[in-house]
């Protein structure tokens, strides 16, 4: 099967609509990470086929639970979620943060090179890292255990902002939310070609009482 078929059926069994220059976008993101990824050790998967499965499939599944306005993706490392999610929703601004700059350099040419408007990247430490712009949403995906997300990233939501976590078994971090966060829901993701457990928990600050 080709990576296009393959990208193809797996969106199909996920249900979106993604257009075919959408697809188009994600392939040839898929081709650039390929390509730095000689050089630059990006990521630890080398195959084409499995970077679709893995990444470009593993970051359209949360995409249903998400919602419209600005974005940051924490730890973004060679951009996933965040370039992804820039191509599927051309209307989202997204803000990709990682403190390597070998990736954020990575990140920068990918986005110049599929013309995405939407996308801000920066190289710091999220502790360092300061924003005029409060976000409402922050993404992560295998970032960091999840009560230390929430608290590290606080600063940065909106007051009507969530947090949407990408996690492989999300329950036993639970126990490990800050007093003043609370889990709206833990949704539990069927993602096509991936094997292990994936979850996303979408959190929300406690409204004072």
């Known amino acids: 099967m080709s990576l296009g078929q393959e990208l193809t ?19 040839d993101y898929v081709v650039l990470l390929h390509k730095w990824n000689k050089t630059y050790n990006l990521t630890a998967i080398r195959d084409t086929q499995q970077m679709v499965s893995h990444h470009l499939l593993d970051s359209l599944a949360i995409t249903p639970y998400l919602w419209s306005g600005s974005w940051l993706d924490v730890g973004c490392g ?36 599929l013309g995405l408007k939407n996308v801000n990247v920066k190289c710091a430490r999220i502790e360092d890292f300061q924003s005029a712009e409060k976000f409402d949403g922050i993404v992560s995906r295998a970032f960091t255990e999840l009560g230390d997300f929430l608290r590290v990233t606080h600063r940065l939501l909106a007051p009507t902002g969530r947090w949407a976590a990408m996690k492989g078994f999300a329950e036993k971090e639970l126990a490990s939310m800050p007093e003043d966060c609370v889990v709206e829901r833990v949704i539990t993701l069927n993602v096509p070609g991936l094997e292990a457990a994936r979850s996303l928990v979408i959190a929300a600050q406690k409204e004072a009482s």
């Open 9 to 27: 059926q797996g969106i199909a069994e996920l249900g979106l609509n993604v257009s075919a220059e959408q697809q188009q976008k994600l392939l």
């Open 78 to 113: 060679a951009g996933l979620p965040g370039v992804v999610l820039a191509i599927v929703q051309p209307d989202w601004r997204l803000t990709l943060l990682d403190s390597n700059s070998k990736k954020t350099g990575f990140v920068q040419q990918a986005v110049i090179e």
